[in-house]
């Protein structure tokens, strides 16, 4: 008696048991299918915004420095507004100024406040503080930095300019190029030459005072070759990580277009440790 109900009994609880289990089994199964639904979606939609927002971050960190350099405030400067005089010809300025703007240059900042001297060469307060510090830090990895050049005014880059562009006119045509010469566009070749190498007056990043050129002082290098310098490789190294940290960001760094002059290893800018920071 007692064998028989059993016998019927049992399939009855286990045909419930395994039900059940399926139910639950296929509802924890699509919980879990619409939660990773959920997940996909919600990381694609993460993934799209953090692509619009980082177009930006997807340039070569360079160009990034270069960028950003114009959108720092400048506390101890100002923007010049008025293209300076080059040669005293209105037309041949002009033309000057155009085939400098073409290549990228782009007017610069005076100081508004004072600037302090080192070794001969002035600079802004903060700049200078952050060289000191920059300069100590290198010393102390057996790295020796020098400042070889800091402010720099607008009639001194004016007379730079000037002199290279009657020099180079002897050079070519026996005399120096006339203003209607440079404006005609006779004179284009040797003023892009030029330009590769020398700003024109209240173009150049030096006019601030937050501007340094640097060599390295054990080196047998020669200034241009400075890309070649134990220093270049510890201020440049981790996307220029040791300059960074000191506020200062690469003026004129390799692999940029449109800089103005050719690349140029040696210059920096101070911009603030703030400025250096990139996401
Ligand atoms: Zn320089």
Known sequence: ??????????????LTIVIAVALVGAGW??????????????????????????????????QRFVQRYYEVEFSGAERITEPPEIVGN?????????RAEDRGYRLQYTPT???????????QPEALNAWKKLKQAAGEEGIYLDLVSGHRSIQTQRIIFDSQLRKRGKEKQGSPYTAQQIASGKADPVIEEILREYSIPGYSKHHSGYTIDISDSASSKSFEEFGQTEAFQWLSKKDYAKARQYGFLP?????????????????????????????
């Open 1 to 14: 008696m007692d064998k028989h109900p059993r016998k019927k009994r049992w399939p009855k609880v286990l």
């Open 251 to 279: 003026s004129y760094p390799e692999g940029v277009e449109n800089l103005g002059p050719q690349a140029e290893l040696w210059e920096y800018v101070w911009v603030g440790k703030d400025n250096t920071e990139f996401r």
């Open 113 to 123: 406040g004072p600037l302090k001297e080192i070794n001969g060469e002035k600079l």
């Open 90 to 98: 209105q037309a041949a300025d002009r033309h000057i100024q155009k």
């Open 29 to 62: 199964y699509g919980w879990q299918w619409q939660q990773s639904r959920a997940t996909d979606e919600a990381s694609t939609q993460q993934s799209r915004n953090a692509q619009q927002e980082n177009g930006e971050s997807r340039k070569p960190i360079e």
